[in-house]
């Protein structure tokens, strides 16, 4: 299993502890460093940042939301940043929600994701290959465009740079079983948001038509602490802005997954909370044996038991969230 530093996305700022951080997974022997986009900071330009201080390490997006580029726009950064580090690139992208696409990006969420995310794939497949212009007669996606407001006047394009790699990874984030299994089938690997060692059948049937090298590279946060309990709390408090604000009561991607493995009640009260403005306590409404199996904290002896679950099943890449140098350290040493 290979670990990797998911670094996220920024809050008010940029972190300036995040290039030592890369730089030290690298010393380490991290495979990757992954950065994200919400509706702040964007995903490829600190991943570039990044890129220009290491040498080694793979970089991924992780993720790179659909909503924010054209395909081809997507192609392009992910292709450029692929030939600035040396063919060290991976693309993770992630269709996200119709509250952060329709509100954010002041687009429609598509009626069909899965249909929306194999026509965007096959766009990017289509410009890495760069074996023949573009094209895509697609429902969602239109190569040249042929809406009846345009012009007309649009032609297939290839590529004036040659791509690195036309094999280049192409990673997907998705939270329910038909579209995970859609990206076991059209992707090179799939970035879970939540992963729990201990319930392999909430993702076994979906993974059935994965290929052997297919990369599955959950996000877990780990810290080194004496308490668990006080380690959890920052888990908790993503789990409960993820599942009670980032969606509608009627349409919460997080929150389903949360009710697949096994929290129903609990997903419905966390949201409950969070649409009251009572964010502190959906906070504490987040079970703590949730918060727990979908991450490692604690003391040492600890995270070195429950780290012999993540190996034994499909995981490859352990993408490690939040780590201070001594948790950072702990793994890399636990994992050699």
Known sequence: MRLGLALGYWGRGPDPGHVGLAQEAERLGYDSVWT????????????????????????????????????????????????????????????????????WYGRPFPASPLTATREYVEVIRQVLRREAPVRLDGRFHSHPYTGDDGTGLGRPLKSITHPLRSDLPVLLGAEGPKNIAQTARIADGWLPLYWSPYRGDVYEASLTEAPKEFMVAPLVRAHLCDDPAEGLLAVKAMLGFYIGGMGARGRNFHAELMARMGYEEQAERIQGLFAEGRREEAVLAVPDAFADEISLVGPRERIADRLAAWRSGPVTDLLVTGPDLDTLRLLAELNS
């Open 36 to 103: 994200a986009e919400a509706w702040g900071s964007d995903a490829f330009t600190p991943l570039t940042w990044i890129a220009a201080q290491t040498t080694r390490i793979r970089l991924g997006t992780g993720i790179a939301q659909m909503a924010a580029r054209s395909p081809t726009a997507t192609a392009m950064q992910a292709l450029t940043l692929d030939h600035l580090s040396g063919g060290r690139m991976m693309l993770g992208l992630g269709l996200s929600g119709p509250q952060v696409v329709e509100g």
